[in-house]
């Protein structure tokens, strides 16, 4: 079966007059047609196996997915758009933002479910902006890798189906320190039911354009909340309420996997509680909720790991004022982010209790008390919960320390040592009544606690290979993180802390948004 695209999105939503391409304000508007660049030099970096199986793709050539990802042949797939959206950035309303580097294919129907086709990098579009439409090989590396692994690791995540090199050089400020350089274009080929935004519902209010922002919220319950049932008001209040849910969900599992997300301006959330836009992430090493990966948040970390959750709700506000305009009543969206933020504290226990294989209840004190003994000294978080997995109920101290050494970045002292020892005896106590025996227990934890991430160094190693032609490694790190919490001997080598070589190495702790 040859692949087809249907438009739902711009046959059911208002787009703009305009069909020529050139940077301008939008009004009144979901998207702009616009076509990609035709590309004459690419050629394959890296596929997805496990997506082409889900969407069952197998039969199409790699060289008609090449044909369409360059814009070589893009007959399938007439008719490409770019969105409109909006959004907060880094606190402050930024106006319209908009599809400046992504262009829509359209929508592809597979086992009754709807995938949105977009290029990410082929090529300026009316939300452009003064940017010139394009990506670099290192940042769609990060994209293709991160998106993959992260749904391996069950948390919700756009795909990506394989990225290109375009053939196109593309002059990049990767510090933004004035030393620009020339580097390798790319296009990275994303999938997800849906892009929309919060900042696509953002733009609409902002320009009181109240009848679009109906059609908007409509058309989004209609295609991706079908479950909403209600109509008017109630189905936006309802609408309001599943995206908050998927959101608090969100967060909280990348609290539990350990990822900074870099960027949560509103332009960057996902109606659908994906996690979108892979820019300047990163994965914890050491255990610090102090931490951001982005540089041009280095000021006030805004966006730093600790407090995730915390701007995922003042996102939500912003999402709210923005339906507003159609409920018309603060109360109902109040109660939601209320809900949202009485149930964090509860929520992030229970998730921690399963980071320890416990199923009891009453594990704040040992959680709480956990949060700040992993400050302590720096401790690698993936290695610190798979070690843990090895504890018993009648292990001597010395050996539960021994057991989670392998976690420490420096060796302890004695106060460090001690207040140790007193968390895993207090662990080991709670253990010795939980309801999960050792098998249990073991099982959660290993189901909960990711054996392998994409560590930061790791991307970048793929990413020096790659500039030197070289993609090996992008295919062994995209395996290895396909089953991210199995035991793979001959892969132990990607079980072991950030090399002291890439603590303060750009692009492994250090990253820009300049993609
Ligand atoms: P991001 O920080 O990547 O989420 O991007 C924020 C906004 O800038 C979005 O509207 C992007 O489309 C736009 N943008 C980022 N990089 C480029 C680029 N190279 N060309 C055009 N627009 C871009
Ligand atoms: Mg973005």
Redesign the pocket.
């Known amino acids: 079966m040859a692949l087809s695209f249907i438009k739902p999105f711009i046959s059911e939503l208002p787009g703009d007059a305009i069909t020529e391409n050139y940077s301008r304000q939008v009004k009144n508007a979901c998207f702009s047609y616009v076509a990609p660049e035709t590309f004459s030099n690419s050629k394959w970096v890296h596929k997805s196996p496990a997506l082409i199986t889900e969407l069952e793709l197998e039969h199409i050539h790699d060289d008609e997915l090449l044909a369409l990802f360059s814009g070589q042949n893009l007959s399938v797939a007439k008719q490409s758009y770019a969105m409109c959206?909006g959004g907060h950035?880094f606190g402050q309303w930024a106006g319209q933002?908009?599809?400046?580097?992504?262009i829509n294919l359209g929508q592809q129907i597979h086992k009754g479910s709807m995938w949105t086709w977009q290029l990410k990098g082929a090529g300026?579009?009316p939300?452009?902006?003064m940017?010139?439409?394009?990506?670099v090989l290192r940042s769609s590396i990060r994209e293709h890798l991160c998106s993959e692994a992260m749904h391996a690791l069950g948390v919700p995540t756009t795909r990506s189906l394989g990225i290109i090199e375009s053939g196109k050089e593309v002059e990049r400020d990767m510090m933004y320190d004035g030393n620009p350089k020339m580097e390798k274009g790319a296009i990275v080929c994303r999938i997800a039911p849906s892009f929309i935004r919060f900042g696509n519902f953002e733009i609409l209010a902002a320009q009181e354009d109240y009848t679009s922002l109906k059609q908007l919220a409509d058309y989004t319950i209609r295609h991706h909340f079908p479950e909403i049932v209600s109509t008017d008001k109630e189905a936006y209040i309802q609408l309001f309420k599943e995206v908050s849910e998927r959101t608090l969900q969100l967060m909280l599992a990348w609290t539990r996997v350990g990822f900074v997300h870099g960027?949560m301006?509103t332009?960057?959330m996902s109606i659908l509680g994906l996690t979108i836009?892979y820019?300047p992430y990163g994965w914890l090493e050491g255990f610090d909720p102090g931490w951001t990966p982005n540089t041009t948040d280095r000021m006030h970390k805004r966006y730093r790991f600790g407090q995730q959750v915390q701007i995922g709700l003042w996102n939500l506000v912003k999402l709210a004022n923005a339906l507003y305009p159609l409920i018309e009543e603060a109360k109902p969206l109040e109660e939601i982010l209320n809900s949202y933020d009485k149930q964090f504290g509860p929520q992030f226990i229970e998730m921690m209790s399963m980071k320890l294989g416990l199923a009891s209840k009453g594990t704040k004190d040992l959680v709480d008390s956990l949060v700040k003994q992993l400050s302590v000294l720096e401790t690698d978080m993936t290695i610190f919960f798979r070690s843990i997995m090895d504890i018993g109920p009648d292990d001597e101290p010395h050996e539960m320390l021994e057991k989670i050494n392998p976690a420490f970045y420096e060796d302890p002292d004695e106060d460090q040592l001690e207040s140790w020892t007193k968390w895993l005896l207090s662990y080991q106590k709670t253990m010795a009544t939980d309801m999960n025996d050792g098998k249990a227990r073991r099982k959660l934890m290993s189901q909960t606690n990711p054996k392998y991430v994409l560590r930061n160094y790791m991307a970048q190693l793929a990413i020096d290979k790659a500039e030197l032609g070289d993609y090996t490694l992008i295919n062994e790190l995209y395996t290895l993180l396909a089953n991210p919490y199995s035991e793979q001997k001959d892969m132990e080598k990607w079980y072991a802390k950030r090399p002291e070589w890439a603590r303060h190495k750009v692009g492994c702790s250090m990253l820009s948004?300049s993609?």
């Not at 940017?131 to 990506?135: L, S, T, V």
């Open positions: 959206y950035q933002l908009g599809d400046g580097r992504a300026p579009t939300y452009s902006r940017a010139d439409g394009y990506a960027v301006n332009d960057n836009d820019g948004c993609s």
